[in-house]
């Protein structure tokens, strides 16, 4: 029997792994993160998929230290997988799967090297993104790609919507080449550096709306950090105001030169600095659904005086 040691988190760690179970490897320990206190869980447990198949579970701080080394030296692996892993494994601990290291990331490699890999390819306005099992090398990123699986994203899709299309896309991947790469058959690509880039990651700063940007700049900023994620946001009068989702408005005529927020129909609409529309579709404040009778009700009078908020 194949013995593998995993490094895994999140939906893609949740699924992936089940995908290595369903092939019959043994999965001998299994290396996770103890979920953050401050942090908003939305996603699947690869603890949990762990427990249930009695695998041995560990949350270390480091996991390049010397005892962890020596831990899974004795379990003598043949392979070791990362599956969403948020920290880098050394190259000491990767030399010690006896058939090599492989790690799944969220895009189409070498496009989106680095962190949050699909919140950026949705704030680029990308048309596809995917998952791509790669080895893993002292560079992240950057190793051979074995298998690799495309999903679309639709001009409204937010980054939570196209992370779960590419949690499929993984265990699709995944699915689809290990009985190749078990026997000691899959193909092995290099990967072209020199076609994408490395990203780092994001912050809910981040998120701060310019509104001097196109419509569909804006759009897409939305969209990469709609909820679960932090949200864009702006401001008035140092109230913060959070949109989590929009649309990009038909062809029509903005309602005044220049940027500014307004309600019509009772509908959110923004008047962009490129001269398009933006449709509002949801607006919260201090985590509350905001109506546009409320918005009206509460920044009416700044709207009647004309005053723009951006």
Same mark, same amino acid.
């Given at each position: 029997?194949?013995?593998?040691?995993?490094?895994?988190?999140?939906?893609?760690?949740?699924?992936?792994?089940?995908?290595?179970?369903?092939?019959?490897?043994?999965?001998?320990?299994?290396?996770?993160?103890?979920?953050?206190?401050?942090?908003?869980?939305?996603?699947?447990?690869?603890?949990?998929?762990?427990?249930?198949?009695?695998?041995?579970?560990?949350?270390?701080?480091?996991?390049?230290?010397?005892?962890?080394?020596?831990?899974?030296?004795?379990?003598?692996?043949?392979?070791? @997988?990362?599956?969403?892993?948020?920290?880098?494994?050394?190259?000491?601990?990767?030399?010690?799967?006896?058939?090599?290291?492989?790690?799944?990331?969220?895009?189409?490699?070498?496009?989106?090297?680095?962190?949050?890999?699909?919140?950026?390819?949705?704030?680029?306005?990308?048309?596809?993104?995917?998952?791509?099992?790669?080895?893993?090398?002292?560079?992240?990123?950057?190793?051979?790609?074995?298998?690799?699986?495309?999903?679309?994203?639709?001009?409204?899709?937010?980054?939570?919507?196209?992370?779960?299309?590419?949690?499929?896309?993984?265990?699709?991947?995944?699915?689809?080449?290990?009985?190749?790469?078990?026997?000691?058959?899959?193909?092995?690509?290099?990967?072209?550096?020199?076609?994408?880039?490395?990203?780092?990651?994001?912050?809910?700063?981040?998120?701060?709306?310019?509104?001097?940007?196109?419509?569909?700049?804006?759009?897409?900023?939305?969209?990469?950090?709609?909820?679960?994620?932090?949200?864009?946001?702006?401001?008035?009068? #140092?109230?913060?105001?959070?949109?989590?989702?929009?649309?990009?408005?038909?062809?029509?005529?903005?309602?005044?030169?220049?940027?500014?927020?307004?309600?019509?129909?009772?509908?959110? @609409?923004?008047?962009?600095?490129?001269?398009?529309?933006?449709?509002?579709?949801?607006?919260?404040?201090?985590?509350?659904?905001?109506?546009?009778?409320? @918005?009206?009700?509460? @920044? #009416?009078?700044?709207?009647?005086? #004309?005053?723009?908020?951006?």
């Amino acid at each position: 029997m194949t013995r593998a040691v995993v490094f895994a988190y999140h939906s893609v760690g949740a699924r992936c792994l089940s995908t290595l179970l369903a092939h019959g490897v043994e999965v001998a320990l299994l290396v996770t993160h103890a979920d953050a206190a401050d942090e908003n869980i939305w996603f699947e447990s690869v603890a949990a998929v762990a427990a249930r198949h009695d695998i041995p579970t560990i949350t270390p701080a480091d996991a390049n230290t010397p005892e962890l080394l020596a831990r899974i030296a004795a379990l003598q692996p043949d392979f070791i @997988f990362s599956f969403y892993y948020r920290k880098m494994l050394g190259t000491p601990l990767l030399a010690l799967a006896a058939r090599g290291a492989y790690n799944m990331h969220g895009s189409l490699l070498p496009k989106y090297r680095g962190r949050a890999p699909v919140n950026w390819a949705v704030l680029h306005g990308e048309s596809e993104t995917g998952a791509s099992l790669h080895e893993m090398l002292a560079k992240p990123d950057a190793g051979r790609v074995v298998a690799q699986q495309r999903v679309p994203i639709l001009p409204d899709d937010t980054a939570f919507e196209v992370f779960n299309k590419v949690t499929v896309a993984a265990e699709l991947a995944l699915d689809a080449v290990l009985p190749a790469l078990l026997a000691g058959t899959a193909p092995h690509f290099e990967q072209n550096l020199a076609q994408g880039g490395y990203f780092g990651g994001r912050k809910p700063a981040d998120g701060r709306i310019d509104w001097t940007q196109p419509a569909a700049v804006v759009h897409n900023l939305v969209r990469a950090v709609a909820p679960p994620y932090p949200g864009a946001f702006f401001e008035i009068d #140092g109230v913060r105001l959070i949109v989590g989702r929009s649309q990009l408005a038909p062809p029509r005529q903005p309602r005044s030169a220049g940027a500014g927020i307004y309600v019509e129909d009772a509908r959110f @609409f923004a008047d962009c600095a490129d001269g398009r529309v933006l449709r509002l579709l949801s607006l919260t404040l201090d985590g509350q659904e905001l109506s546009p009778a409320a @918005f009206v009700s509460r @920044f #009416g009078e700044k709207l009647a005086n #004309g005053k723009r908020f951006f």
